[in-house]
């Protein structure tokens, strides 16, 4: 099979797991970004969470139920901006439709799936490439402060236990404690834990940027600076950029984030994604850091140790399109991330600070499949984006391959 020349709309972690994939499957790949290099917008500072275990769909009772704290503004962690225009209105509906007990399962549980086809993608790039991204395995913990989320907790595991070679542990706080002793000054706030020992991590950035020097030892094309602003879809589809450059190619694969639905408007495809905004801060670790990654669940906030950096992220902003920093709510990032675990990071000596756009779909799951002639879209992966990068490229390049 000859390969093909295909274009990547999009140089985060999924643009280039799925250049990489590609290429590796024999085909010819141009990346094309704006921004200045690979990985640098929302994949650039995000939880840096490699969460296989933990593929939990936005839309839920739980939610559902919060709906008027959210709409008030009243929940610190999760807040709603209702817009009125048609695409929103149509997500809020999607949304409501899958807010409820067996779309939440259904939707978790198609995520766990590709969520294991991805470690399993992401192993074979790193094997085949010598892939170096601060990948490591110091396993999570999920942190309950309430026996009822616990208790909610515990039956989602089970399920999750029956689709998946999950290994997972329910823990007291104790047990906890004994997983992560940096734990034990806030053991009396933990109603339980789950602890996940395989779970991994990895800076998303530095693997863009490690696939782009793969993809140029291999006469590949990564373009920066380069904003595309049409897509003209047919037998031999183009890119057309803000200064009239214009790129052709057998396939266009458009991973281009919340950036992806203005680009399928050009040819009457409108794409079920709305902006979900997060923060982070780098800070150096604290003298109690932990070494496991660490999810506080109450507060929605993730410590990710980095090597000699601890990465916190949290806060969820559905439908804030603003790619500003907003000083208040990061102050509330780090008020959550102290209260959380007080010793984490040098709190008063951040290195540098984050904001990103998830692109989410109604049902948290990635838009990955033909959207016109010669466009595929791989888009649409929530916050969820590094940990179902590979497993979405391997899912595309297949698509590819069927249609060829």
Same mark, same amino acid.
């Given at each position: 099979?000859?390969?093909r020349?295909?274009?990547?709309?999009?140089?985060?972690? &999924?643009?280039?797991?799925?250049?990489?994939?590609?290429v590796?499957?024999?085909?010819? &790949?141009?990346?094309?970004?704006?921004?200045?290099? #690979?990985?640098?917008?929302?994949?650039?500072? /995000?939880? =840096?969470?490699?969460?296989?275990?933990?593929?939990? !769909?936005l839309?839920?009772?739980?939610?559902?139920?919060?709906?008027?704290?959210?709409?008030? =503004?009243?929940?610190?962690?999760?807040?709603?901006?209702p817009?009125?225009?048609?695409?929103? %209105?149509?997500w809020?509906?999607?949304?409501?439709? +899958?807010? +409820?007990?067996?779309?939440?399962?259904? +939707?978790?549980?198609?995520?766990l799936?590709? =969520?294991?086809?991805?470690?399993? !993608?992401?192993?074979?790039?790193?094997?085949?490439?010598?892939?170096?991204?601060?990948?490591?395995?110091?396993?999570?913990?999920?942190? $309950?402060?309430?026996?009822?989320?616990?208790?909610?907790a515990?039956?989602? =595991?089970?399920?999750?236990?029956?689709?998946?070679?999950?290994?997972?542990?329910?823990?007291? !706080?104790?047990?906890? %404690?004994?997983?992560?002793?940096?734990?034990?000054?806030?053991?009396?706030?933990?109603?339980g834990?789950?602890?996940?020992?395989?779970?991994?991590?990895?800076? #998303?950035h530095?693997?863009?940027?490690?696939?782009?020097?793969?993809?140029?030892?291999?006469?590949?094309?990564? %373009?920066?600076? &380069?904003?595309?602003?049409?897509?003209?879809?047919?037998?031999?589809?183009?890119?057309?950029?803000?200064?009239?450059?214009?790129w052709?190619?057998?396939?266009?694969?458009?991973?281009?984030? %919340?950036?992806?639905?203005?680009?399928?408007?050009?040819?009457?495809?409108?794409?079920?994604?709305?902006?979900?905004?997060? $923060?982070?801060?780098?800070?150096?670790?604290?003298?109690?850091?932990?070494?496991?990654?660490?999810?506080?669940?109450? /507060?929605? &906030?993730?410590?990710?140790?980095?090597? *000699?950096?601890?990465?916190?992220?949290?806060?969820?902003?559905?439908? +804030?399109?603003?790619?500003?920093?907003?000083?208040?709510?990061?102050?509330?990032?780090i008020?959550?991330?102290? *209260?959380?675990?007080?010793?984490?990071a040098?709190?008063?000596?951040?290195?540098?600070?984050?904001?990103?756009?998830?692109?989410?779909? #109604?049902?948290?799951?990635?838009?990955?499949? #033909?959207?016109?002639?010669?466009?595929?879209?791989n888009?649409?992966?929530?916050?969820?984006?590094?940990? $179902?990068?590979?497993?979405?490229?391997?899912?595309?390049?297949?698509?590819?391959?069927?249609?060829?």
């Open positions: 099979m000859s390969g020349d295909i274009i990547v709309i999009g140089a985060g972690v &999924v643009g280039m797991a799925t250049a990489l994939t590609l590796d499957r024999g085909h010819r &790949v141009t990346v094309l970004d704006s921004a200045p290099e #690979p990985g640098r917008g929302t994949s650039f500072a /995000n939880g =840096a969470q490699l969460s296989y275990a933990y593929t939990d !769909a839309a839920s009772p739980a939610v559902r139920r919060q709906l008027p704290r959210l709409l008030l =503004a009243l929940d610190p962690a999760f807040r709603l901006t817009h009125f225009d048609p695409d929103f %209105v149509r809020g509906l999607a949304f409501l439709r +899958n807010a +409820n007990a067996d779309g939440f399962t259904r +939707n978790t549980l198609a995520g799936t590709l =969520a294991f086809e991805s470690r399993e !993608a992401l192993y074979a790039l790193i094997a085949r490439h010598g892939l170096r991204f601060g990948h490591a395995m110091p396993g999570k913990l999920h942190l $309950y402060r309430t026996e009822a989320s616990f208790a909610a515990r039956i989602l =595991a089970a399920l999750k236990a029956q689709a998946a070679p999950i290994v997972q542990h329910v823990l007291s !706080a104790g047990e906890a %404690v004994a997983v992560e002793p940096m734990l034990d000054a806030v053991r009396g706030r933990i109603a834990a789950l602890h996940t020992p395989e779970e991994e991590t990895g800076d #998303p530095l693997f863009c940027m490690a696939v782009r020097d793969v993809l140029a030892g291999q006469g590949q094309q990564v %373009v920066c600076g &380069v904003e595309i602003v049409r897509i003209e879809a047919g037998g031999s589809p183009r890119a057309i950029a803000r200064d009239g450059r214009v052709r190619a057998d396939r266009i694969i458009l991973c281009a984030g %919340v950036d992806s639905p203005k680009l399928a408007r050009a040819f009457g495809v409108r794409l079920p994604i709305q902006p979900v905004k997060g $923060y982070s801060i780098t800070a150096r670790p604290g003298p109690s850091a932990p070494g496991v990654s660490i999810t506080d669940v109450a /507060n929605r &906030v993730v410590f990710c140790r980095l090597g *000699e950096r601890m990465r916190i992220a949290g806060l969820a902003e559905l439908g +804030n399109r603003s790619r500003d920093v907003d000083p208040a709510r990061l102050a509330t990032l008020a959550s991330a102290r *209260e959380a675990l007080p010793d984490a040098h709190y008063d000596q951040i290195e540098s600070s984050w904001t990103g756009l998830r692109p989410t779909t #109604p049902d948290s799951l990635p838009v990955t499949r #033909p959207i016109a002639p010669g466009v595929i879209a888009t649409g992966h929530g916050g969820l984006g590094w940990t $179902y990068a590979a497993g979405s490229a391997a899912r595309v390049a297949r698509l590819i391959e069927e249609k060829h």
